[in-house]
């Protein structure tokens, strides 16, 4: 069965530093999503993307993230400048129509 | 706004035992309802889904029915094994088509042997 799969499983990095989480989602899809997860906390929709522009955004999404989907297969998320807060799973799903297949996820680790 | 109220967990069960985790919904149109399970250090898996009201889904012995009278979509199995041990999350999507989901807090459920 076709997956969306992320890279990489654990990033850890500085403060202040850029981070780009990818991911490949699955071929037919033609929608594409970020979501995060705070340890123990719920699952909180960032940002959807579709024909080449964000479809949707969050309150959390703000101007320190962007996405891109830079080639046919590559969809990232880009943290321009990581804070503490940051720190979470960064979970990738497209769908194309519903429902959302999700990615294992990146742990991110801000330091 | 739309959103998912679970019951809180965590919630621990011995083997063979039958699972509830209630999940109710608030939303403005007829959403689509979805059960979603996070087994320990892996991402979201779709459990099952149901697309309009009495539908039930079912999947590796789980069901959830859709009511719209009570706006309830609770997930229930009859014999919980060790390996049912995992988050669950109910989620709806009310716009349909590559909109963003809203998923409830989660459920955390224990299985002890």
């Given at each position: 069965?076709?997956?969306?799969?992320?890279?990489?499983?654990?990033?850890?990095?500085?403060?202040?530093?850029?981070?780009?989480?990818?991911?490949?989602?699955?071929?037919?899809?033609?929608?594409?999503?970020?979501?995060?997860?705070?340890?123990?906390?719920?699952?909180?929709?960032?940002?959807?993307?579709?024909?080449?522009?964000?479809?949707?955004?969050?309150?959390?999404?703000?101007?320190?993230?962007?996405?891109?989907?830079?080639?046919?297969?590559?969809?990232?998320?880009?943290i321009r400048s990581t804070k503490l807060?940051?720190?979470?799973?960064?979970?990738?799903?497209?769908?194309?129509?519903?429902?959302?297949?999700?990615?294992?996820?990146?742990?991110?680790?801000?330091? | 706004?739309?959103?998912?109220?679970?019951?809180?967990?965590?919630?621990?069960?011995?083997?063979?035992?039958?699972?509830?985790?209630?999940?109710?919904?608030?939303?403005?149109?007829?959403?689509?309802?979805?059960?979603?399970v996070q087994y320990p250090g892996e991402?979201?898996?779709?459990?099952?889904?149901?697309?309009?009201?009495?539908?039930?889904?079912?999947?590796?012995?789980?069901?959830?029915?859709?009511?719209?009278?009570?706006?309830?979509?609770?997930?229930?199995?009859?014999?919980?094994?060790?390996?049912?041990?995992?988050?669950?999350?109910?989620?709806?999507?009310?716009?349909?088509?590559?909109?963003?989901?809203?998923?409830?807090?989660?459920?955390?459920?224990?299985?002890?042997?």
């Amino acid at each position: 069965e076709p997956e969306v799969t992320q890279t990489p499983s654990h990033q850890v990095t500085q403060m202040g530093q850029e981070v780009i989480l990818r991911c490949v989602p699955i071929s037919n899809h033609l929608y594409f999503y970020w979501y995060r997860q705070i340890l123990g906390q719920k699952v909180e929709f960032l940002v959807s993307f579709y024909n080449n522009e964000i479809s949707e955004k969050s309150e959390i999404f703000d101007d320190q993230f962007s996405v891109e989907r830079p080639d046919g297969s590559n969809f990232t998320l880009k943290i321009r400048s990581t804070k503490l807060e940051d720190s979470a799973m960064y979970f990738c799903a497209s769908s194309g129509p519903s429902p959302l297949h999700f990615g294992n996820g990146t742990r991110l680790t801000v330091t | 706004g739309d959103s998912v109220t679970q019951m809180e967990g965590p919630v621990t069960l011995s083997e063979e035992a039958f699972l509830t985790i209630n999940c109710t919904y608030t939303a403005t149109g007829y959403p689509s309802l979805f059960w979603y399970v996070q087994y320990p250090g892996e991402g979201l898996q779709l459990l099952l889904k149901a697309t309009k009201a009495d539908d039930k889904g079912s999947n590796k012995g789980f069901e959830a029915t859709y009511r719209k009278e009570t706006t309830s979509f609770h997930l229930e199995k009859g014999s919980v094994q060790v390996s049912d041990s995992a988050v669950y999350f109910c989620a709806l999507s009310d716009r349909g088509y590559g909109q963003n989901f809203v998923f409830g807090p989660g459920t955390r459920l224990s299985v002890l042997p």
